[in-house]
Nanobody
Framework: QVQLVESGGGLVQAGGSLRLSCRAS????????MGWFRQAPGKERVYVAA????????DYSDSVKGRFTISRDNAMNTVHLQMNSLKPEDTAAYYC???????????????WGQGTQVTVSS
């Protein structure tokens, strides 16, 4: 069972950038599609972005398209989320997820990290 640990969250001013990382324990990391979700206080967890096993395909929610970039390093068992032009509405706990395909990551991930907090001040 893959274990996921997120890092890189913090406090940043609007317009700034942060890079989140998620490291997987599993040596078969390259067999998982990976994704990021976020959950703001009092709201449901929502999908942010996903990347295929090879990294050749990516997918983004409309709210982050053009500002966020998901990438992965299979040699380091790590997936990243580069977040630029941050807005106060991006404030949330960000969670890493893993499953077999991008579609499964988006709709029914089996594996989740514990989350990392991102706070964007206005």
């Amino acid at each position: 069972q893959v274990q996921l640990v997120e890092s890189g969250g913090g406090l940043v001013q609007a317009g700034g950038s942060l890079r989140l990382s998620c490291r997987a324990s599993e040596r078969t990391f390259r067999t998982y599609a990976m994704g990021w979700f976020r959950q703001a206080p009092g709201k449901e967890r929502v999908y942010v972005a996903a990347i295929s096993r090879s990294g050749g395909s990516t997918d983004y929610s409309d709210s982050v398209k053009g500002r966020f970039t998901i990438s992965r390093d299979n040699a380091m068992n790590t997936v990243h989320l580069q977040m630029n032009s941050l807005k106060p509405e991006d404030t949330a706990a960000y969670y890493c997820a893993a499953d077999n395909t991008i579609s499964q990551v988006k709709w029914a991930s089996d594996y989740w990290g514990q989350g990392t907090q991102v706070t964007v001040s206005s």
